[in-house]
């Protein structure tokens, strides 16, 4: 499982009916992923993976962060700051 967070969220003005969420992965040293909420993959469409060449203070990502842009169902009920997994473990 890969473990996120949740840096912002907005209408799509490209894709009506849709919110463009944004999240940032984080460091698996020392973070405790126990416990938190899993994503309906199904319901889900990743837009764009990258590193950050700069600070993109209107999205919530710092230079160097890695992050996503996925398009989601306004019905996600995802907020900001909300700390999130996606993917399947592979035990």
């Known amino acids: 499982m890969t473990s996120l967070m949740i840096t912002d969220i907005r ?3 490209c ?11 984080l460091s698996r040293v020392g973070y405790n992923a126990s416990g938190l909420r899993s994503l309906d993959e199904k319901s ?4 764009e993976s990258a590193t950050a060449q700069e600070e993109i203070p209107a999205i919530g990502v710092r230079c160097g962060d890695q992050y996503i842009r996925i ?21």
């Open 15 to 25: 894709d009506r009916g849709f919110d463009l969420v944004t999240a940032i992965f």
């Open 71 to 91: 398009r989601a169902k306004p019905d996600h009920g995802l907020m900001v700051g909300e700390e999130i997994q996606f993917g399947k473990d592979r035990d």
């Open 11 to 13: 209408k799509s003005c």
């Open 44 to 47: 889900l469409l990743v837009l």
